[in-house]
T-cell receptor
């Protein structure tokens, strides 16, 4: 499978616990994005990387959230001290920046449920 | 676009008919628009895109129309098939040149009756 891969597909955790999600983008893509989607809504932008540099973060990304892309390939999104409001689908997308505007290819997401 | 919470607008069409899904976007400065299809349990799948210097673009069985005057985007699907059943989102790029950060609309559920 050469698409965007996310792991795990589902995560159930108790409030206050930390969770970490992983995203493996399409191999030649230099941009990687994290979005969050709640039931019945469109995805909301969280943050993005160009290679290993984190270039933009949404106001939605509180201090409890941290994302990394250490070698410019896979990325991790960590949520510390989870809250019930963090329950959502976390989507990763990647793209190849050619002229600043490019197609995003999304993974199937990680569904987080905070009890 | 507006978020409509749990109650997505639903378009129900007969197999073989044409479908038109509409979207109102929010930022007159947006210059890139995309339609995505999302099936249950999957991430959004790219369908077609259009830049603001165009008003129409055609793909295979799909056409996107852009009306910048009224900030309206539509997706036309010809000869709708059961496999087209999904939620459709329009998205706009509100930060051109600074990464493809997209703002998504609230989605429309398309149901195709066989």
């Amino acid at each position: 499978d050469t698409g965007v891969s996310q792991d795990p597909r589902h995560k159930i955790t108790k409030r206050g616990q930390n969770v970490t999600f992983r995203c493996d983008p399409i191999s030649e893509h230099n941009r990687l994005y994290w979005y969050r989607q709640t039931l019945g809504q469109g995805p909301e932008f969280l943050t993005y990387f160009q290679n290993e540099a984190q270039l933009e973060k949404s106001r939605l990304l509180s201090d409890r959230f941290s994302a990394e892309r250490p070698k410019g390939s896979f990325s991790t999104l960590e949520i510390q001290r989870t809250e019930q409001g963090d329950s959502a689908m976390y989507l990763c997308a990647s793209s190849l920046d050619v002229r600043g505007l490019e197609k995003l290819f999304f993974g199937s997401g990680t569904q987080l449920s905070v009890l | 676009g507006e978020n409509v919470g749990l109650h997505l607008p639903t378009l129900s069409v007969q197999e073989g008919d044409n479908s038109i899904i509409n979207c109102a976007y929010s930022n007159s400065a947006s210059d890139y628009f995309i339609w995505y299809k999302q099936e249950s349990g999957k991430g959004p799948q790219f369908i077609i895109d259009i830049r603001s210097n165009m008003d129409k673009r055609q793909g295979q069985r799909v056409t996107v129309l852009l009306n910048k005057t009224v900030k309206h985007l539509s997706l036309q699907i010809a000869a709708t098939q059961p496999g087209d059943s999904a939620v459709y989102f329009c998205a706009e790029n509100i930060s051109p040149g600074a990464g493809n950060m997209l703002t998504f609309g609230g989605g429309t559920r398309l149901m195709v009756k066989p």
